[in-house]
């Protein structure tokens, strides 16, 4: 019911905001084509290089950083899928089930995710290297240090969202809990389930500390770390940085795409009713 | 939950193909990385008997010469083959990665580099095998090496460490804008920082410049690097504060000088926006590859009114190292003669072996040897202090400094407390 | 009948979360347990003596035998320059103390594994108390007499180690804790923790609800419009850092220039320089990091809100505003919590941001909890004075995930 006017006003300030959003992004895409001369001072500021250039992408495709992406590939989704699962099982039973001590695990859950991850790197990188899982794709499991916290609290306030009624039906026809649980439930939370992957999926993709302790060779290295060695004694290859931040966010947000699109249907489908 | 599985698995094989498509070499993880190692070559012909493998924690080396460093070891020794684990590029980063192997005990790597001033904490911490043995075995004395490097690693009568390759700060001043006379008098290092201060003053906005001195001020390791030339190796805390003060407030350094690090020195400096500059001898390659504006025939080098500080990587042994003979083997290799010649060389490194100064391989490769200036640097070098809780010290040092240079705190309690750190 | 299938039924309740208990044990709290256990000692890894958690008193023999052979190689150094027979005497004393000593280590201390660091009982400890003693007196008296000595300073230095080997327990109580409590540092990173956390979790609620209402709308393009809006989210923290530090660069980056040519700033150089500006260049990187997140979790929340209830309030005749107030941010309390306490509990810890982006100055003053934590653990290793003030900082944002319960009044779990 809005006029062709306001319609358009929203638009231009929803452009606009894109626009801001995307800037710094913009502006490194554009850096990564200009010369190392001219990433620094009065041409800094110029919006295309006035030598455009490939060469960083070059010297980037010469190290490893294509393992490298492959890895943090790997290992981000196998987490994603397991710590999804598990935390769909957690929530389930938290916002639907009784149990003895819920409130302590809730509390549990919460307090570990007020500890600063350096804590746990120590003690983890002790029985790694005791177990002989350093430079492995076992990182993979104390990830659900840092992801499965989030994941199981956006899951509780789905699964509570879906409405009770559909469950007891279910147990009117005489469907197990279990069985309930996967074929009335999951599909009706499946945004919430959608959502919590994708921030799985990030909290990996994006963190450094645990990946450069505990896979520090080469084979095993993750995108963020390889950027990290983009760097000498007193200097950050800026161009190579710049690319590499380019090449690592591009296949990000095509997953993002992918996903989103399951959000959507998610809705429009009409699966969650009263 | 079929669905989201086959999407993800979807999305994962896709990626897999993609990613796995410009890497062919590594699609099998458990094979050795694409890149040429020099150890497996050397190994192939010479000895096809097991040698025991050694591990060496060092951080890439954006020249050959470490490559080159291994290979002439594979090569020559009978018992051992070295590989290299190649450690981040952020210092930082590389200090605690050490440290959680080694304070598990872990005999992961057995030769170790380090920045010259983890040196004391890692000795004081038990991780490292004291080098004096090695010495006398060799037949060699502490004054074969560098000195700055070496006092480094001495902690409580015991030395733990020999050079990989020293560094110093020094200044660097465009001699196409420079009189010849001033030249020279920077060049003898008499002269004091209110000198450098009046010639940054003078000589700014000459030749295109903007500025008339740049130098480490942000709040970092830098900093007190700067701060100990400053105050001529801590003699004078208080006068050398008061005067890195003035070059702040002065107009002949960038408004942000506090925020400098290495980076920005030599962008400043390369681009011809300075007149001088204070830092390291990797900056005399960058201009000398003739990819920036002010190029190699544009630079002079001069010491610091009050000595350079020694900065730099050093080499030693894990403790726990599992093969320790194999170790001592491979460090005074690359500390001795032979490989720091392959690395002076090879990389134009500065040799930590003090013969090689004169030899003269080093001196065609290394340009900046020949130099009066810069050989004068090398002759008035400082050290920061060695001790257990350096980098406890060093972390008071840049806070208080940087407080009173931002203007948020007072001169005599940054000098009191500065003083008192250091006691 | 009905019995049994209810047994099996409260029980599925532990098989479902059983998994995630056994996660979270191992990779979470059993890791932090080990670390806090730190916080109740005197625990620093430069120390010798105070580089792991001991109880009882313990003797380092490993750097026993090693000062042993540096005395004895000093002393043979010596031998050759002295001149007098009393000085001789004097060394051979020293030797022979050393071999009796030597043997009593390999009848009384050193245990069958060869361990380097073993422990001993108080008659054991006065002895290897007495062996330090011995040994420095004897050199004392070595080195009174008149010789031209070469290496007096490095022995003694060496001969201290004797003190080091000697290790008494480090266990130190709540003494951490209470030097946590009145450092001044704490003070001041808690105080800019908490500013730097509650604006920007302010600004991000702010923009990531308006971003979630934009996204959820069915407008033309949204795609794209999601797209866009979750680059930032995208791009390692650790990448953005960098990324955003070119950018606030006095005289190279683009963003700082826009902000002085806006007049926002003075100089363009200003922007890291004064403490106010990093803290507002601090959060202006981090609004724009994370309100991707922040609105995601609320998009999420917004499509489980059932249409009817928005066209039954339009029936009723109430605005749009009027529709946000009644019917979406009711349902959507749950989902802005958690949101809110995620976002809250991770802007609490920052460390990367801030690392790259200021290493905490100027002057110490955008230095955060994790930073001065971090400083204290990894750079000064100083383990169990940062596992204090790690715990100290968990404590707090305790307080505030507290406070955020009693406040939105949320009930997550049901009972």
């Known amino acids: ?274 | 939950m079929k669905k989201v599985l086959s999407i993800l698995l979807t999305v994962i094989m896709i990626l897999a193909l993609v990613t796995g498509c410009g890497s062919q070499p590594t699609t099998q993880s458990q094979q050795p990385s694409e890149q040429p190692s020099p150890s497996k070559d050397a190994e192939s012909p010479s000895a096809p008997a097991e040698k025991t493998k050694l591990t060496f924690a060092v951080q890439a080396d954006s020249t050959d010469a470490l490559n080159q460093l291994i290979a002439a070891f594979n090569d020559s020794s009978e018992l051992y083959t070295v590989e290299t684990v190649v450690m981040t590029n952020d210092s930082g980063n590389m200090h605690d990665q050490l440290l959680n192997s080694l304070s598990s005990k872990s005999g992961e790597y057995d030769v170790i580099s380090m920045d010259v001033v983890w040196a004391g904490e890692f000795a004081a911490a038990g991780y490292l095998q004291p080098i004096d043995e090695l010495l006398a075995a060799k037949g060699w004395k502490v004054t074969d090496f560098n000195a700055g490097s070496m006092a480094s690693g001495k902690y409580k009568g015991k030395n733990y460490v020999l050079p990989y390759f020293p560094d110093l700060g020094f200044l660097f001043y465009r001699s196409d804008i420079v009189s010849s006379e001033d030249a020279q008098k920077l060049e003898s290092g008499n002269y004091t920082w209110a000198d450098l201060l009046a010639m940054a003053e003078k000589y700014k906005g000459q030749g295109g410049t903007k500025y008339g001195h740049v130098y480490q001020s942000g709040q970092y390791e830098g900093l007190v690097c700067n701060l100990n030339e400053f105050t001529a190796n801590w003699t004078d805390v208080k006068g050398g504060l008061e005067v890195m003060n003035q070059f702040t407030k002065s107009d002949v350094t960038p408004k942000d000088i506090l925020v400098y690090t290495e980076g920005e020195t030599h962008n400043a400096f390369l681009n011809g926006e300075s007149v001088f500059a204070r830092n390291w001898p990797y900056m005399n390659g960058m201009a000398a590859s003739g990819e920036y504006t002010v190029k190699g025939n544009q630079v002079g080098f001069a010491p610091l009114p009050g000595g350079g500080t020694v900065g730099g990587w050093i080499l030693g042994i894990n403790a726990n190292a599992k093969n320790k003979a194999g170790a001592e083997e491979f460090l005074a290799f690359i500390a001795g003669p032979e490989g720091q010649k392959i690395n002076a060389t090879v990389g134009s490194y500065l040799p930590g072996f003090n013969a090689l100064l004169t030899d003269a391989d080093v001196l065609a490769k290394n340009a900046l040897l020949t130099n009066q200036g810069f050989s004068n640097a090398l002759a008035k070098t400082i050290a920061r202090p060695v001790v257990a809780n350096y980098s406890e010290i060093s972390d008071q040092i840049q806070i208080k400094a940087h407080e009173y240079l931002s203007g948020n705190g007072q001169l005599d309690s940054a000098a009191d407390t500065i003083s008192g750190l250091l006691k | 009948m009905k019995n049994i299938s209810k047994i099996v039924e409260s029980k599925t309740a532990y098989i479902l979360i059983l998994p995630a208990v056994v996660f979270i044990l191992l990779f979470s709290i059993i890791p932090i347990g080990e670390s806090l256990r730190y916080a109740f000692f005197d625990f620093q890894l430069n120390d010798q003596a105070k580089s792991g958690l001991y109880i009882n008193a313990n003797y380092n023999i490993a750097l026993y035998d090693e000062t042993a052979f540096y005395i004895r190689s000093f002393l043979d150094m010596e031998e050759e320059v002295v001149t007098k027979d009393e000085t001789k005497l004097q060394i051979d004393a020293i030797r022979n103390m050393l071999d009796e000593y030597d043997q009593y280590m390999l009848n009384n201390i050193s245990s069958p594994d060869m361990a380097s660091v073993v422990s001993v009982n108080n008659e054991k400890l006065a002895y290897v108390t007495k062996i330090r003693d011995n040994i420095m007196s004897s050199l004392e008296k070595l080195y009174s007499f008149d010789e031209p000595f070469v290496c007096e300073e490095d022995m003694f230095a060496v001969a201290s180690e004797l003190d080091t080997a000697i290790i008494s327990s480090n266990f130190s109580g709540l003494n951490n804790f209470k030097s946590v409590l009145t450092d001044t540092r704490v003070h001041s990173t808690v105080g800019f923790t908490l500013i730097f956390t509650f604006i920007s979790v302010f600004f991000e609620l702010c923009f990531g609800m308006a971003l979630a209402l934009i996204m959820n709308k069915a407008l033309k393009g949204r795609g794209i419009i999601r797209t866009v809006s979750l680059i930032p989210w995208a791009i390692p923290t650790a990448v953005a850092a960098l990324i955003w530090s070119y950018l606030y660069n006095g005289s190279s980056g683009i963003i700082s220039h826009l902000f002085a040519w806006l007049k926002i700033i003075p100089e363009p150089t200003e922007l890291l320089l004064s403490s106010t500006g990093s803290l507002w260049a601090i959060i202006l990187a981090d609004v724009w990091k994370t309100t991707p997140y922040m609105a995601l979790l609320l998009l999420a929340g917004l499509q489980t809100i059932p249409h009817s209830l928005y066209e039954s309030s339009s029936l009723d005749g109430a605005t749009k505003l009027q529709q946000f107030g009644s019917v979406t941010l009711p349902l959507l309390k749950p989902s802005i919590f958690v949101a809110l306490l995620f976002r809250t509990l991770d802007a609490f810890r920052v460390f990367d941001l801030i690392y790259v982006l200021t290493g905490g100055g100027p002057g110490g003053t955008t230095e955060s909890v994790s930073i001065y934590a971090y400083k204290v653990m990894f750079a000064q290793t100083r383990f169990g004075y940062g596992s204090a003030v790690v715990l100290v900082m968990a404590l707090t944002v305790g307080l505030i995930t507290f406070a955020y319960i009693k406040l939105l009044n949320v009930k997550l779990i049901n009972d």
């Open chain 1, 1 to 274: 019911m809005q006029t062709a006017k306001t319609s358009k006003t929203i638009m231009t300030v929803i452009i606009l905001y894109l626009l801001i959003i995307a800037f710094p992004f913009i502006w490194v895409t554009l850096t990564s084509f200009k010369p190392e001369s001219e990433i620094w001072g009065q041409s800094a500021l110029k919006l295309f290089a006035d030598q455009p250039t490939m060469e960083h992408y070059e010297a980037l495709f010469k190290t490893t950083i294509l393992n490298s992406l492959k890895n943090s590939f790997i290992i981000a989704s196998i987490t994603t899928i397991y710590v999804t699962l598990i935390a769909s099982f957690c929530s389930y039973a938290i916002a639907r089930l009784k149990f003895k001590f819920k409130k302590v695990l809730v509390a549990v859950i919460l307090a570990t995710s007020m500890f600063p991850q350096m804590i746990v790197v120590g003690p983890i990188y002790r029985t790694f290297v005791k177990l002989g899982w350093t430079n492995s794709f076992y990182i993979t499991l104390p990830y659900s240090m840092i992801t499965l916290p989030v994941a199981t609290f956006i899951l509780i306030t789905h699964f509570a969202k879906v409405p009770v009624e559909m469950e007891e039906s279910a147990y009117i026809d005489g469907a197990s809990k279990i069985r309930t649980f996967f074929r009335i439930i999951l599909p009706l939370a499946m945004p919430g389930i959608f959502t919590s992957a994708i921030m799985t999926f990030i909290g990996v993709w994006n963190e450094f500390l645990l990946s450069l302790t505990l896979n520090s060779d080469e084979k095993f290295r993750t995108a963020t770390v390889a950027i990290s060695f983009l760097r000498g004694q007193f200097q950050i290859f800026w161009g190579q940085v710049t690319a590499a931040t380019v090449i690592l966010t591009i296949p990000t947000l095509i997953i993002v795409i992918l996903f989103q699109k399951q959000i959507i249907s998610g809705i429009t489908s009409g699966a969650v009713k009263e």
